[in-house]
């Protein structure tokens, strides 16, 4: 994967995305198409993999894949742990 400059901006900007397609999911998840647009921006797919490891998020990742079929915000936007 490459790696990219990311700002606790951009990185609020994801989370604020995730948080809108979850809640208006009826499952709670970020699935599905608009996943998988959010996905094909390198920049974007690089952020939700440092999300997870803040533990901002939950991803469900398929085997030799990069690309999660599911996420899940893990505070619900409640308190975000990253710092720059």
Request: with cysteine; glycine share 4%.
């Amino acid at each position: 994967m490459k790696k990219h400059l990311v700002t606790s901006i951009y990185l609020d900007r994801c989370i604020k995305t995730i948080e809108q397609n979850c809640f208006t999911n009826p499952s709670g998840a970020f699935v599905g198409e608009s996943l998988s647009e959010f996905c094909s921006n390198s920049k974007k797919l690089y952020a939700l993999h440092l999300l997870e490891a803040s533990g901002e998020i939950r991803m469900l990742i398929s085997s030799n894949s990069e690309i999660p079929s599911v996420v899940w915000p893990e505070n619900k936007g409640m308190l975000h742990s990253y710092t720059k």
